[in-house]
């Protein structure tokens, strides 16, 4: 495991990981050396032995250690090597949650089984709280048993992404109705493979069916897989929030195989289509060039927040911006396309990808917190402005009203 970070240099640290990589790792085929394919559990856990994984977690739990400017230069040299499971102390929204959040008992069960393959959904929104999650009214009842008893939990979420895949969804939960909305929730790691779960796929405009309707009847969590405090979820679900508007502030809701090479898409697109001397068009490109950038230095900072406190507000900030920079560039695309970007299909690549890129824009918009309440977090807790009047607030949620 790793030195102290203040006693180990940048250097160091890129030279000590390439030296571990050149011992286990083949870059050509993209499985550990000495095997003809990748094995993805044993990768997994070699990767997480070495400490690699969540490099900024604690040596305690799987890490080094490592600062913000350590981390970088693990997750640079993986990416170059075509490593997988790298980034997880940012991108697995379940084992950062359990890290952050859960009981030492809880991180011992589940980090393991996380960080090593067991995937997490997110089940969170509901059709009568999707905005507004504290008015969540899936519920989950405590029976008492053996092992610290269970939960039985019956309800319905909705705009659960790879919920098929998951192993686990992060679930938030009503498990008391006589106290305000924001106190009576309880944040789970809810086990998806069992009877009771009926996972219904929804088709989207894209084409996609990533989004699902998960419908629960009286399906069962053992207590200890409670995150945080009981009637606490609130505080724990700010946290695994934050880490996704980290996620999609970075633009990781894109379309994946878009161009990532350093010529920016649109440039490419306008030269392909003799545009780019058009004055007019090139200031909006340059402009889209800019916020991306922008966005990138503003999401560097959040992440250094967020690493040291467990959450920032900053996220909403990135996240909004990504959803700015998505729907502006697609709708750059279509000025440069003009009357060709009615087309579509197979023929037409460059219209094909500009339509997808346009409807996928509002599931940025809508995805982890709308681009309007972004904006109200961003005035309450950036800009400091007065909070949004709620008069259900402090009221015992079994007495709010539900249309």
Known sequence: MASNPKEISNEDVAIELEAWLDAHWDSEKR??????????????????????????????????????????IIENILKSR????????????????????????LKQELLPKMLTGAFSCLLYSEPNAGSDLAGVRTKAEYVPGKDGGEYVVTGQKIWTSNANEATYGMLIARTDWDVSKHSGITFFIFPMKQDGVDIRPINQITGESEFNEIFINEARIPARYIVGELNGGWKVLQTALAYERLIMGEGATERQGKDKSKVHPLVGL??????????????????????????????RRAKAEIIENGSSSLMSLGKLAMSRVQHGEARVAGEILGPAGLFDGEAFPDSADMNFDS??????????GSDQIQRNIISERILGLPREMEVDRNMPFRDVKSG
């Open 270 to 299: 306008a030269r392909r289509h003799e545009k780019l001397n058009d004055p007019v068009l090139r200031q909006k490109i340059a402009q889209a060039v800019a916020y991306r950038h922008l966005n990138a230095l503003n999401m």
């Open 31 to 72: 499985c550990e050396k000495g095997k003809d394919k990748l094995d993805t559990k044993s990768w997994l856990t070699t990767l997480l032995e070495a400490g690699y994984a969540v490099p900024t977690w604690s040596s305690d739990w799987y890490g080094r250690d490592y600062n913000t400017k350590q981390a970088r």
């Open 82 to 105: 075509n490593v997988i499971g790298r980034s997880q102390d940012r991108f697995n929204l379940g084992a950062v949650t359990v890290y952050r959040m859960g009981s030492p008992e």
């Open 359 to 368: 409807a996928k824009s509002y599931m940025h918009s809508i995805g982890g």
